[in-house]
Every structure is written in structure tokens, then in C-alpha cells.
């Protein structure tokens, strides 16, 4: 099992910059690839941004040169860093891990950090 804690969001007004962290813990687990997603009400999750292992990342359009996701693999961690916020970012940001434990390959989401952009 792996348990996520997410941190980091908050109210900032439009222009301005946020840092979503992400950790992970838990026993005898291999993380592959990190993530960060988002809702708003009424509309599905999508793909914010993922790192897998490696250093090898992907974003979605309309975060492309605004948000820069990152890990720090000693500490199981994540980080989005997110600059010139916009109000349309303004959503439910979800931490996703996909990790090995113990062989088979799990994923798991975290509970979510509310990020919201004032115009």
C-alpha cells in the first residue's frame, strides 16, 4: 500500500505562482511514474502533467511553458510548479502514482489540493 500527501494549493490572484508537492510512503514499493491531474465539477479528470522515473515528462496544451513538474526520487516526491495562473486552472488538483509493490503494479491517487485563480 502507498499513501500520498499532497500540499500546496491554495488562492492566488491570476498571473501568479503556486507549488503542489506530492509524497509518497509506504513498504517495499517502486515508483514509476508521478502525476498531477485535475477536475472541476461537472467535468472529467484530465492529465495536468507526469514524470516517470527517468526524467521522461509529458503536459497537457494548456499548461505547456507555464507549469514544470519535477521529482526528487530520494524522497518519493513530486513537485508542480505552477507560473502564470490563469483562472481557468482553477480546479481540484489530484496527485497520481503509479508503483510496483512487491511485483504487480498498482495505481493510487491522493486526495486532492484545491487550487484557486482570481481574475
Known amino acids: 500500500q502507498v499513501q500520498l500527501e499532497e500540499s500546496g494549493g491554495g488562492l492566488v490572484q491570476a498571473g501568479g505562482s503556486l507549488r503542489l508537492s506530492c509524497s509518497a510512503s509506504?513498504?517495499?514499493?517502486?515508483?514509476?511514474?508521478m502525476g498531477w491531474y485535475r477536475q472541476v465539477p461537472g467535468k472529467q479528470r484530465e492529465l495536468v502533467a507526469t514524470?516517470?522515473?527517468?526524467?521522461?515528462?509529458t503536459y497537457a496544451d494548456s499548461v505547456k511553458g507555464r507549469f514544470t513538474i519535477s521529482r526528487e526520487n530520494t524522497k518519493n516526491t513530486a513537485y508542480l510548479q505552477m507560473n502564470s495562473l490563469k483562472p481557468a486552472d482553477t480546479a481540484l488538483y489530484y496527485c497520481?502514482?503509479?508503483?510496483?509493490?512487491?511485483?504487480?503494479?498498482?495505481?493510487?491517487w491522493g486526495q486532492g489540493t484545491q487550487v484557486t485563480v482570481s481574475s
Open positions: 509506504g513498504r517495499a514499493f517502486s515508483i514509476r511514474t
Open positions: 497520481k502514482v503509479i508503483a510496483s509493490v512487491l511485483g504487480p503494479t498498482y495505481q493510487y
Open positions: 514524470i516517470t522515473s527517468d526524467g521522461n515528462t
